[in-house]
């Protein structure tokens, strides 16, 4: 049965601490290092291997989805398109109505809505003011005044690491 990574490094761990307390000349304790990690680099390779194929699976669904995504608004705007020429046709004949197995085709009309052709003239009183945006930090101003030695009260830089597989 093969060791998961995390075991393989916590007996690494283990085995680097224990070479620590011994007291062998830092040759020895380099070459005897050296010799034990390569189950932990073959292992992470493999871990590496894993993520490279899922990320390609994922990559392969998300370029699936766009291809439906485009698809299905194709053939939305295609039943869009027929709905608009059979509405039409169905007005310029004067019929309002066709009935058949399992099928009603009627013209109904809408509620009525109002169409704003000028909203410089509409009344105050009828005009909506959205409340303005909350303000947000600038996160790239706050950035540079810490680089630049200005201590921002609530706000710190942070330095992380990411695995980058090449």
Not at 24 to 35: N, S
Not at 82 to 104: A, H, N, V
Not at 148 to 158: F, W
């Amino acid at each position: 049965m093969s060791l998961a990574l995390y075991e393989i490094g916590a007996q690494y761990r283990a085995m680097v601490a224990s070479l620590a307390d011994l007291d062998l000349p830092p040759e020895a304790i380099a070459d005897t290092i050296e010799g034990e990690v390569a189950p932990f680099e073959d292992k992470s390779r493999a871990v590496a291997c894993f993520i490279a194929n899922i990320e390609a699976e994922a990559e392969a669904y998300a370029e699936h989805g766009k291809k439906s995504a485009a698809r299905a608004t194709a053939l939305n705007n295609r039943a869009s398109s027929l709905r608009d020429y059979l509405q039409t046709q169905m007005e310029l004949c004067d019929i309002s109505e066709i009935k058949g197995p399992g099928l009603l085709l009627k013209l109904q009309s809408n509620p009525p809505s109002v169409d704003v052709f000028d909203a410089a003239q509409i009344p105050a009183e009828y005009m909506r003011t959205p409340p303005p945006p909350a303000a947000q930090p600038d996160k790239t101003m706050i950035k540079d005044a810490i680089k630049a030695g200005i201590e921002i009260p609530g706000a710190k830089l942070n330095q992380t690491r990411r695995l980058v597989i090449k």
